[in-house]
């Protein structure tokens, strides 16, 4: 009997053929876990007016962890159209079932790790190492907007802050309004899982990117326990910037950052234009990330146009599930896993279209799987 079980999350788009990909690797990896699927996206919200059945979180509930391949989300009318007959005009409102579990677990870390592998024909520089610490559960995320913003609580908002006054004359309907809300809970403890990384990999310096300048409060926010958590790491240089500037920067000088720390849209943003740096997307990995749980996933989506053509590339999948092989406490896997994908990426033998490539999905994962055994048995 497996010690423990590891959901399987294909969801939408090019979510299945990632995943796919990544068989011939679980297969070698030989952890001592079952494999389970679980159900999510699209198809689940069209027919059932919910993108994550309930059953799944039950499913994950008897998890250590999951691995997530993407979902398809659309804007509010189009999800309302796509409904089912049966499920039309009855209210239902479509929520990201990725937003929903990063919330529903707790996974308040979003980790996303952007390296360059030498021999990537699209690396901007073949030194990038750059893991940005992405609040994942709140901020402009949080799910609470408005629109038609209601009377009573823009009469309350009003009474709090006059800047409301300039938009007296606005009729509610013409106005949509989202809450960015920043805890100090959640400030805190993302700042500290970054200076904690930073310390144990033996960096230097961890950058706060916010907009405190314009964004006072929120970011403020963001910035005093910052400084208040640096307190306790002397070794460690805190750099408070600003996200245009830093996006700037980011381009201009990838390697002056290691360790940097966000918001969440701040993060997800930024976390996209890194990825470019070393790849591009098929290269960016993620982890969703809380005490006790964890969900890996690539930082794209479902891609739509690609889904069932097997062109994408698996990267940025097996580059998830080596960070899932060192949140488990299974380093040397990890290590090999990032060699092989490292070596296949070198050898510039198999590579996908977005390398320039032809090869497939299921090519790159099978190489990277066949390395992978070579490595782990010392067959450099
Ligand atoms: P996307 O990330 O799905 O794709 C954008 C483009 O990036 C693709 O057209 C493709 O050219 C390239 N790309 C993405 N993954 C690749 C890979 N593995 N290999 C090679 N090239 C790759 O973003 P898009 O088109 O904005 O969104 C599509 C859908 O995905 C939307 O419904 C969106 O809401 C959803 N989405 C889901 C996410 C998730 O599941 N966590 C994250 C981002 C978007
Ligand atoms: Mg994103």
Known sequence: MPSFKIALMPGDGIGNDILTASQPLLDVLDLDAEYVHADIGWSHWCNEGEALPPKTGDILKGCRCALFGAITSKPTGEAEQELVPRLQGKGLIYRSPILTLRKMFDLYTNMRPCKSYPGNPNNHGDNIDITIFRENTEGLYSEIEFHPFPDELRAMVSRFNAAMDRFAAIPSQEMAVALRVITKRAASRIIRRAFEYAQNKGYRKVTLVEKA????????????????????????????????????????????????????????????????????????????????????????????????????????????????????????????????????????????????GKSSTLDMGRAIADRYVEVICGRR
């Not at 980011?250 to 990825?275: C, E, H, R, W, Y």
Request: charged fraction near 20%.
């Open 213 to 356: 300048n314009v964004l006072r409060e929120t970011s403020g926010m963001m910035v005093r326990e910052a400084h208040a958590i640096a307190a306790d790491y002397p070794r460690i240089e805190l750099q408070i910037t600003y996200i245009d500037a830093q996006l700037m920067w980011l381009i201009k000088n990838p390697q002056d950052f290691s360790v940097m720390v966000t918001s969440n849209l701040f993060g997800d943003i930024m976390s996209d234009v890194a990825s470019q740096l070393v790849g591009g997307l098929g290269f960016s990995a993620s982890g969703n990330i809380g005490d006790k749980f964890a969900i890996f996933e690539p930082s794209h989506g479902s891609a739509p146009k690609y889904e069932g053509k097997f062109v994408v590339n698996p990267c940025a999948m097996l580059l998830s599930i080596k960070m899932m092989l060192d949140w488990l406490g299974e380093e040397k896997k990890a290590s090999a896993l990032e060699s092989a994908i490292a070596s296949v990426v070198k050898a510039g033998k198999v590579r996908t279209y977005d390398m320039g």
